[in-house]
């Protein structure tokens, strides 16, 4: 028990520094997690991307800024649904458990498609709305 508490001192004390020196960067600055979900963000990628910075870590999002750029966080994966990361699920746990490569093989089963919408202004070229899409199976 006492191993596992030095580790998350020390992750916490990890953390605090990593966002001490991106809260410190006066340019615009996203940190993402390997699902593009949104972890971290400083001021300035609040107030490029007219967000609220309290309330954003892990929520996905999608807007249209006021100049006609259309963006999105977390669109989802397209692939199989019963996966990690279209990879069948068994093999990373056995990888995860033994910490020893193993050959990864798509997973089998029903899939979905996620996409995005963009309406576009033709007179102007810019984005005027933006819309999540999914194909389920």
Known sequence: MKELEIQLKVATAERQHAEAIIYSISDAVLVTDPFDELVLANESAARALEFD????????????????????????????IDSVIGVDKDIILQRFMSQMPVRFEPAKGPAALHGVVITVDPESGRATDIQRLRVPA
């Open 53 to 80: 910075l309290n309330n954003s870590e892990r929520a996905p999002m999608e807007k249209v800024l006021a100049g006609g750029t259309a963006y999105i966080t977390d669109l989802g994966m397209t692939g199989p």
